[in-house]
């Protein structure tokens, strides 16, 4: 089984930089991907960011210029690092991983997210 447990949440100023952590663990042989997704009160889960096992990143347009999220390939450990948070940034930060299964087949795993809340 694989599990991914995430870090790094809590109550932060606007304008302040905390970094979140995601740690895999188990059955991991490779990873296609990891990425970090937040779903704030009244609405729809959204990616936030996202790296491949190549290092090719994507951000979402409301986070691009101010996160920057990188992995530790020999830990199974993905990084956001949030800079001038605004309190729109507000939500339940949640990280994935996207794992090879069969073939060209893939299975993702979700950790149980951690709040981060951005105080005015």
């Known amino acids: 089984q694989v599990q991914l447990v995430e870090s790094g949440g809590g109550l932060v100023q606007a304008g302040g930089s905390p970094r979140l952590s995601c740690a895999a663990s188990?059955?991991?042989?490779?990873?296609?991907?990891m990425g970090w997704y937040r779903q704030a009160a009244g609405k729809q889960r959204e990616l936030v960011a996202a790296?491949?096992?190549?290092?090719?990143?994507n951000y979402a347009d409301s986070v691009k210029g101010r996160f920057t999220i990188s992995r530790d390939h020999a830990k199974n450990t993905v990084y956001l690092q949030m800079n001038s948070l605004k309190p729109e940034d507000t939500a339940v930060y949640s990280c994935?991983?996207?794992?090879?299964?069969?073939?060209?087949?893939?299975?993702?795993?979700w950790g149980q997210g951690t709040q981060v809340t951005v105080s005015s």
């Open positions: 188990g059955s991991i042989f490779s990873i296609n991907a």
């Open positions: 994935n991983v996207d794992l090879p299964l069969w073939g060209n087949t893939r299975r993702i795993y």
């Open positions: 790296i491949t096992n190549s290092n090719s990143t």
